[in-house]
């Protein structure tokens, strides 16, 4: 399939007033923004009894249909009393036209498949009904009167499309249909690789993009319904050729057509493409619709504002659900893509069973590591040996040092594939495990690993579904399953392949800590380029407790510190704790994940650092008992006989205000947690412990772990902060440890000399 990637990473949009090119960043605050004023729109044009008004071309219901589709897939509650109302007016709307009952029935289909008892399902039945009556004899074509076999391909895209989304909610569409509406998808499709509006060989129009993007997306809705069997696509080269052509005639300004720009997500959706040709679609459409206007957002369009707003909504809404799963794509399509839709299955089977919207994208092995990095889990898989050079092994690499994780899994029981991937992880690590002793190696993974139990207890599951994994002590890094569990994905063979749906449940459980995923629009840190005033040096110190986790971690710091503060980190890694390797850092770091001693002549060189001006941040890793265990005792032995006091850090403090002389830092305010952590405690502890000598904090202790979530990625079983709060939390301890004047003392009172406690709830 054609996906020529070019990387667009801070999302850039040219504004013309005098013919010059500025760029701004787009945010995630942005799309927020314009999502909440568009629905304000939306809600203020409803009228008293639950519709919207009907724009003069529109069929009557089509407005509200659309309006309230698109505020479902926005988030809105079904049983809100303004939706209830629309609802209500569309159970008792009487129509004959394919587009206002085909929404409908998609708008119900939405709420079905959360209740399937809704009162709502006898509507979505009969408009089904309606949809299927006579389909097959007009070859699964649609007009705007339901089923004929001249049908024009817009209605057959929203007939199709409607008929997926009641499958999906449990209203079960027979196969032998679909694969008629594939054959005329197919049949119709031009020597060009596009498709034209009318379904009349006699009409002789040129194709265009927005049908095309129709034909594309319909027939991977027809790859999903009739996908049964472990084996590519036997119509690959037409959907090729269709990419072909839709990469080449797609521009930057489809945002401008909002139905356009309703076809564009679809295709982006339902193919996993983040790119169509060398345009991020999702980026540069959102980019546009983010636009400041002065004078308030205006919709407009061949189909009145309503539906205008209704469909830039959608795009909106549904181009930035979370990544879950990136899939590689190497070598031939036909081995790394063996199971065409196994991760558009899986998303599905998540959303369906536990309510978890979730998207999926392909990306390529010579894409820039922070495109792989929008996603999590990075799937690699095939029938043919891994031939990644050794640039492309160490670009996976740091993918997986850099939060994400690598699951290699072999199609159709690939000796070939399970042979490379064991010999291509075997010395990846090698530099690592230099310097942490017994990890970083691949192992096999034992049956009590949580990966047999992160959600499903898988009994005997090495036996049954053999794994390997690397792990750097805290988290695995990469795994190799010998099981093909993604088979089954594929077939949507959910009862005979329950094991292999809860194997990859498990798998994004694991992987992911079961936290909330990150929304498309709110990437990792980038510097932005603004000049930088200052830098802080700090010294990443070395120790015995698996002290070199996370190793990208200070750099996401440094980066959120510079486009905010223009303050830069200067860090020393892997510092030995001596007085000349400390001398001239602001700030010493001192993070990991195991138990660790400190020899007197360490300890000696800590107090002398301190007494001379530094400033020491202990954190303990996924708040790790043991590695807390051995900084209670390091504390107790650095302060013994000092004239020290300690506590938890209070309100005034600059470590929570983010006044740091004339620095200022975040507030810390909200600081959301690890599910794990607020499972076990749901009361929020005191993010830091201070320990004060001489007027000033020396030594900031945070139990609970801030360090491992600086990345943007969280782990299994971690008592962590979630990373924006991670990243706030350490922006303000680095600009703390740059003030010249220290400030009084504001902590709790407590004994002297000072002893730190583990966390009890670890």
Known sequence: MVRNVFIIFLVCIMVSAAGAETFREVTDEDVDRVITEVKRYLWGNQKPDGSWRRYSRNPGGGDTAIVLFALLEAGERHNKPEMKKGLDYLVDLKTKN??????????????????????????????????????????????????????????????????????????????????????????????????????????????????????????????????????????????????AYLGKNLKDDFINDGYLAFCVQRVGMASGAKFIGDMDWFAVGAAKLAEPNPRGRRYRGEWGPLVRASFELLFLARGRIPLTFNKLAHGRENS???????????????????????????????????????????????????????????????YSLRGGTLLFVPCHNSAAFLKSARQGLENLYAEQRKVAGGNYRLETLPEDHPIYSAKFKISNGPRVAQMWGVSDGTRLLAVISKRDFPCAWHRRAEQSGRLDHMLGVNFFMYATGAN?????MRPVFVARGDKVRHRARIA???????????????????????????????????????????????????TGSGEFSLTAAELSALRDYLDAGGTLFVNAVGGSKPFNRSAAVMLEKLFDGLDVASGAVTPGSPLVTG??????????????????????????????????????????????????????????????????????????IVLYSLIKKPPPPTT???TTPATATAPAEK
Request: proline share 5%; with cysteine.
């Open 98 to 243: 394919l587009y206002v009952i085909a929404v409908r029935a998609m708008v119900f289909s939405r709420i079905v498949a959360k209740a399937k008892k809704s009162p709502y399902r006898a509507c979505l039945e009969q408009d089904v009904e309606w949809l299927m009556r006579g389909a097959r004899r007009a070859d699964g074509a649609w007009g705007y009167l339901g089923p004929e076999r001249k049908g024009d391909n817009s209605c057959s895209q929203f007939a199709l499309l409607a008929l997926w989304e009641a499958d999906r909610a449990g209203v079960k569409i027979k196969p032998n249909l679909i694969r008629l509406v594939e054959k005329t998808w197919l049949r119709r499709q031009r020597t060009d690789g596009g498709w034209t509006y009318s379904g009349q060989k006699s009409v002789d129009t040129p194709s265009t993009v927005s049908m095309t993007t129709a034909g594309i997306a319909s027939l991977y809705i027809c790859q999903d319904v009739l996908a049964n069997t472990c084996r590519p696509y036997l119509h690959s080269k037409k959907l090729d050729k269709a990419w």
């Open 336 to 398: 790394w893509n063996f199971h065409t839709r196994d991760m558009p299955h899986f998303a599905e089977y998540m959303r369906r069973n536990y309510e978890r919207p979730m998207r999926w994208q392909v990306v390529r092995i010579a894409d820039d590591v922070r495109l792989l990095l929008d996603g999590p889990l990075l799937l690699i898989t095939g029938t043919d040996a891994l031939e990644f050079t050794p640039a492309q092994w160490s670009k996976l690499r740091e």
């Open 516 to 520: 909330s995923l990150r929304m498309r």
């Open 540 to 590: 990443w110190l070395k120790h015995g407790g698996n002290s070199r986790t996370q190793p990208y971690a200070l750099k996401y710091l440094s980066e959120k510190l510079t486009a905010e503060n223009r303050v830069a980190i200067d860090v020393s890694d892997g510092v030995g704790i001596c007085a000349d390797k400390l001398r001239g850092h602001h700030l010493a770091w001192m």
């Open 659 to 732: 006044k740091c002389d004339d620095f200022r830092g975040p507030p810390l305010k909200s600081l959301p947690r690890t599910k794990v952590w607020r499972d076990a405690k749901k009361r929020a502890p005191s993010p830091l412990l201070v320990f004060i000598r001489h007027k000033r904090a020396v030594v900031v202790y945070a139990p609970y772990g801030v360090h491992d979530t600086l990345d943007g990625h969280t782990a299994h079983g971690a008592f962590s902060y979630m990373p924006q709060a991670a990243r706030d939390i350490a922006a303000n």
């Open 748 to 750: 709790i009172p407590a």
